[in-house]
T-cell receptor, first 120, second 110 residues
Framework: EAGVAQSPRYKIIEKRQSVAFWCNPISGHATLYWYQQILGQGPKLLIQFQNNGVVDDSQLPKDRFSAERLKGVDSTLKIQPAKLEDSAVYLC??????????????????FGPGTRLTVL | GQQVMQIPQYQHVQEGEDFTTYCNSSTTLSNIQWYKQRPGGHPVFLIQLVKSGEVKKQKRLTFQFGEAKKNSSLHITATQTTDVGTYFCAGEANFNKFYFGSGTKLNVKP
């Protein structure tokens, strides 16, 4: 079974430039997450999709960050314009989704390798 | 807002010693998950606990979920160098919303 794919793996840009990240979740996974992980910290949820609808984007800096999940499969996360404090690893994760209670299945999140963003 | 606190931030142990990390939530959780992240890697799922007071074991790892479903712990018996990494708890509050702790970085000296 293929895992969560992300690209690019690394990106270096200057502040005020734009950048976009792409994520392809595991086939059949309804829920997709974008996390920001700053060095030495835990993943911070930016946005969560259930199929192609947004479930939670309360921690997404909407003045500069945007995300979409076309047709409920692939997703892109964009930063425009980037700031120095956006330097971090951006992790995409997917899970089967809700409705697993009583099934014996775990709602585990499968993470992609991440995109390391450096803003100079 | 929802918060998940994790302690300690760092733990350095000699190989063979035990290790424990603790996770506390400000609100009741529907379940809690534990992940391990190796240096330079991405978080990998270890276990999910759902029931109040639940205890699960995976070889040398023991996971507990508190009676009030607000706290959890991970205990590793007789650490090995392969246990090196950062251990995160992730509490699920409602409808797939996960709140990750800040992680405990474990270093094991051979």
């Amino acid at each position: 079974e293929a895992g969560v794919a992300q690209s690019p793996r690394y990106k270096i840009i200057e502040k005020r430039q734009s950048v976009a990240f792409w994520c392809n979740p595991i086939s059949g996974h309804a829920t997709l997450y974008w996390y920001q992980q700053i060095l030495g910290q835990g993943p911070k949820l930016l946005i969560q999709f259930q199929n192609n609808g947004v479930v939670d984007d309360s921690q997404l800096p909407k003045d500069r960050f945007s995300a979409e999940r076309l047709k409920g499969v692939d997703s892109t996360l964009k930063i425009q314009p980037a700031k120095l404090e956006d330097s971090a690893v951006y992790l995409c994760a997917s899970s089967l989704g809700a409705g697993l209670a009583g099934t014996g299945l775990y709602n585990e999140q499968f993470f992609g390798p991440g995109t390391r963003l450096t803003v100079l | 807002g929802q918060q998940v606190m994790q302690i300690p931030q760092y733990q350095h142990v000699q190989e063979g010693e035990d290790f424990t990390t603790y996770c506390n939530s400000s609100t009741t959780l529907s379940n809690i998950q534990w992940y391990k992240q190796r240096p330079g890697g991405h978080p990998v799922f270890l276990i999910q606990l759902v029931k109040s007071g639940e205890v699960k074991k995976q070889k040398r790892l023991t996971f507990q979920f508190g009676e009030a479903k607000k706290n959890s712990s991970l205990h590793i018996t007789a650490t090995q160098t392969t246990d090196v990494g950062t251990y995160f708890c992730a509490g699920e509050a409602n409808f797939n919303k996960f709140y990750f702790g800040s992680g405990t970085k474990l270093n094991v000296k051979p």
